[in-house]
């Protein structure tokens, strides 16, 4: 059976179980290559999913869901704007671009009344999107601190968390409280929308919601029983007791997988829900993780790349190292291009750069064959 390593240049090398290859703390297996590259299809999955990357999302409307940018060379930073990912590669081609990952109900903003002098090239559009929402991300800011990220003045070593109801990312040292050990955690509500959001306090101190974050194991606590009314008695769930002062807010709240359905839906609430602007919070499949579920359904490279692999002999194994070299050298190359000059990369340019890298591979196995 044939080893093969990637050395620290990122090129590979083979060698065969006779032969052993002196160990190399530099060095990464084939097996490294292949979950890394897993890793970065399963990211790209997530965020793009089946996003349509060649016509505009505004004829959809306001999108449950979508990767979105923000383009600071086109809007002006007291009006900002969004556009989906077919404007940014289309329109918006080497402009200063701030990836904002996804954002809920939003209508692509290219070309409306929010970029007066852009036009779409892909639809045709007016009127202002009145139901688009916007924050401080769509200026390039984050967290309480209104910083960038990543942050050229600041290398202390920190996570970024999405608050699920404002959508805007935190620092995990600036939420207030300190985030539970090891993630354990499917999303969190900051500090700001707690205090905006007070009911949410009442669910803090259920263990089936919320995820502990001090050392205090807090306790299950009862459904709301209002004096004189058996009927809300049996069919609100919302936890019993004094709404908290918003003064007292301590932090965020980090919340548990499938914490949304256990959310109390009696009319009463859901009509708070309504006021609030926060009625998406029942809805478990506008979460960022359902989201990104959808998108990975189809990433599968890791586990094809494997089983290709293990049915390869050694002579095989060593062409395969040898192609992964080519393929690499020359992707670096062709990538370059597009850094220097700021350049997003389109799904055209890719299949361009694989019809060329097919094309030199056929001339050089019929020049192989001639030469015969």
């Not at 600071?72 to 969004?82: N, V």
């Not at 990975?296 to 094809?304: E, I, K, N, T």
């Not at 340019?349 to 097919?358: A, C, H, L, N, R």
Request: charged residues 30%; hydrophobic residues 30%.
């Amino acid at each position: 059976m044939a080893h093969i390593r990637m050395m620290s240049d990122g090129t590979a090398e083979a060698g065969s179980s006779g032969s052993a290859i002196p160990p190399n703390e530099d060095s990464v297996t084939m097996l490294d290559v292949l979950q890394e590259e897993e890793e970065l299809d399963e990211d790209a999955a997530a965020v793009l999913g089946n996003t349509d990357d060649k016509h505009c999302s505004y004829d959809q409307g306001y999108m449950k869901r979508q990767p979105l940018y923000s383009c600071l060379t086109c809007s002006d930073k007291d009006r900002p704007a969004g556009v989906c990912l077919a404007c940014s590669y289309h329109c918006h081609e080497a402009h200063e671009l701030v990836e904002l990952y996804t954002k809920r109900n939003f209508r692509c903003d290219c070309g409306g009344c929010r970029m007066p002098d852009v036009t779409c090239r892909l639809t045709a559009k007016t009127g202002d999107n009145e139901a688009n929402s916007y924050n401080q991300n769509y200026a390039g800011l984050y967290c309480t601190c209104s910083r960038p990220y990543p942050d050229p003045e600041d290398a202390t070593p920190d996570q970024m968390v999405q608050c699920v109801v404002c959508e805007d990312w935190f620092h995990g040292r600036h939420m207030g409280v300190r985030p539970p050990a090891d993630s354990d955690y499917a999303e969190m509500t900051c500090a700001g929308c707690v205090e905006r959001l007070p009911f949410l306090g009442r669910y803090a101190a259920d263990t089936e919601m919320a995820a502990n974050t001090s050392n205090k194991s807090p306790k299950k606590v009862s459904s709301a029983s209002p004096k004189n009314s058996p009927k809300k008695e049996s069919s609100c769930r919302l936890p019993s007791g004094k709404l908290p002062s918003p003064s007292k807010a301590k932090g965020a709240l980090f919340w548990k997988q499938g914490w949304r359905k256990l959310l109390c839906t009696c009319d009463d609430c859901k009509a708070m829900y309504q006021s609030s602007s926060v009625e998406f919070l029942l809805d478990e499949e506008d979460s960022v993780a359902a989201y990104e579920a959808r998108g990975r359904r189809d990433a599968g490279s890791y586990a094809a790349g494997m089983r290709a692999l293990e049915n390869m002999d050694r002579v095989q194994q060593i062409e395969v190292v040898h192609e992964y070299n080519d393929l690499k050298s020359e992707l670096m190359s062709y990538l370059k291009k597009f850094a220097e000059n700021k350049k997003v990369v389109r799904e055209e340019d890719i299949q361009e750069f694989f019809s060329g890298m097919k094309s030199r591979k056929r001339q050089k196995t019929e020049m192989s064959h001639y030469c015969r």
